[in-house]
């Protein structure tokens, strides 16, 4: 079991930055692949980053390449967003969410897929808006 507790939302002006963190308890942190979603009002939830559980590989929504950057600190059991250059279609809450590592390389749409995540944070609100 892995307890997930995300933190960091807040109302944002279009172009600015925000840093989201995620900080995992329960199981060993480093076993897991770790990644964000979002979910708008009316939308279903969506992909918007992962990380592998080494850290080594990093994979993103076309939206956000460029913009958001996703790391993760096994000594803190901590992962972290980073938002720059935000746009008020990034608004949404935003979610942290954790799957068994596998030790066998996955594509990129292993990592995309929100069914495959059993563990899930309560979510932090990030708004865009003038």
């Known amino acids: 079991q892995v307890q997930l507790v995300e933190s960091g939302g807040e109302l944002v002006q279009p172009g600015g930055s925000l840093r989201l963190s995620c900080v995992a308890s329960g199981r060993t942190f480093s076993t897991y692949a770790m990644g964000w979603f979002r979910q708008a009002p009316g939308k279903e939830r969506e992909f918007v980053a992962a990380i592998s559980w080494r850290g080594g590989n990093t994979y993103y929504a076309d939206s956000v390449k460029g913009r958001l950057t996703i790391s993760r600190d096994g000594a803190k059991n901590t992962m972290y967003l980073q938002m720059n250059s935000l746009k008020p279609e990034d608004t949404a809450v935003y979610y942290c969410?954790?799957?068994?590592?596998?030790?066998?390389?996955?594509?990129?749409?292993?990592?995309?897929?929100?069914?495959?995540?059993?563990?899930w944070g309560q979510g932090t609100q990030v708004t865009v808006s003038s």
């Open positions: 969410a954790a799957r068994p590592a596998s030790y066998y390389g996955q594509p990129a749409s292993w990592y995309r897929e929100v069914a495959g995540y059993p563990y």
